[in-house]
C-alpha cells in the first residue's frame, strides 16, 4: 500500500539532547514537508523539500535540521537549541509539481515530549 | 505575508442542524484545501478547490471557492455525532509548494 510512515510514534527527549525523527513515502512524490502543532493550534511549517539535495525553512525552522538525501526519506532532528520541542510533528508529501495541483498527504505523526 | 483566518474557532452545534465555517485568506491564490482532523490523529484531506466558483460534496460536507472574495467555506448538512472533529482549510501560495493553514475550527456535534 502506498502511503506515508512516521516513527517513532511516541519519543521522549531529556534536556540538551538531539532526536531524529524519521519520515518515509512510498508515494513517488517529489515534495516532503515537516510541521509542528501544538495543543489546540493550527500547523507551522518547519522545512520543506521540493527535490532530493535541497530543503528550504519553513517559518520556524530555529532548533531543527533536516536532510534529504533520498526521495523517499526526509528526517528531522530536533536539536538542543530548540528550546520547547513538546508538540505533535506531522510530515506530508506532495506530487510538488505547481502546474497542477499540490494536495499534501500526512503521515500518523510522532508525538515528541521533553522529559 | 499570506495570513489565512478561520471562524469561529469553537462550533458546538445540535445533530440535524446546518451551520456554515469560513476560511478568509489576504493574497492571490486559486488553490484552496479542506482537511479534517480527529483528536490525536493525523490530517485526513477533504476537498481541493482549484478554481472560482468551484464547489465540491461528500455527504453532509459541501466546500465552495471565491477567489474575488478570497473565502472559503465549508457547509454542514443535518449534523451529526460522526462529523465532530476539527477542519482545517489551507491555502497554496501563487508561487507553488507550500501550504499555509488556517487556525482550525473545532467542531462538536451533540446529540
Known amino acids: 500500500d502506498g502511503g506515508i510512515t512516521q516513527s517513532p510514534k511516541y519519543l521522549f527527549r531529556k534536556e540538551g539532547q538531539n532526536v531524529t525523527l524519521s519520515c518515509e513515502q512510498n508515494l513517488n512524490h517529489d515534495a516532503m514537508y515537516w510541521y509542528r502543532q501544538d495543543p489546540g493550534q493550527g500547523l507551522r511549517l518547519i522545512y520543506y523539500?521540493?527535490?532530493?539535495?535541497?530543503?528550504q525553512k519553513g517559518d520556524i525552522a530555529e532548533g531543527y535540521s533536516v536532510s534529504r538525501e533520498k526521495k523517499e526519506s526526509f528526517p528531522l532532528t530536533v536539536t538542543s537549541a530548540q528550546k520547547n520541542p513538546t508538540a505533535f510533528y506531522l510530515c506530508?508529501?506532495?506530487?510538488?509539481?505547481?502546474?497542477?495541483?499540490?494536495?499534501?498527504?500526512f503521515g500518523p505523526g510522532t508525538r515528541l515530549t521533553v522529559l | 505575508e499570506l495570513k489565512v483566518e478561520q471562524n469561529p474557532l469553537f462550533l458546538s452545534m445540535q445533530e440535524g442542524k446546518n451551520y456554515t465555517i469560513y476560511c478568509n485568506y489576504s493574497?492571490?491564490?486559486?488553490?484552496l484545501y479542506w482537511y479534517r482532523q480527529d483528536p490525536g490523529k493525523s490530517l485526513e484531506s477533504l476537498f481541493v478547490l482549484l478554481s472560482n466558483g468551484a464547489v465540491k460534496q461528500e455527504g453532509r460536507l459541501m466546500a465552495s471557492l471565491d477567489t474575488k472574495a478570497r473565502l472559503s467555506t465549508l457547509h454542514i448538512t443535518a449534523a451529526v455525532h460522526d462529523l465532530s472533529a476539527t477542519y482545517f482549510c489551507a491555502v497554496e501560495e501563487a508561487s507553488g509548494s507550500r501550504l499555509t493553514f488556517g487556525e482550525g475550527t473545532q467542531l462538536t456535534v451533540n446529540p
Open positions: 493574497t492571490t491564490s486559486d488553490r
Open positions: 506530508a508529501s506532495s506530487s510538488g509539481t505547481t502546474i497542477t495541483y499540490n494536495e499534501q498527504f
Open positions: 523539500s521540493q527535490i532530493v539535495n535541497d530543503f
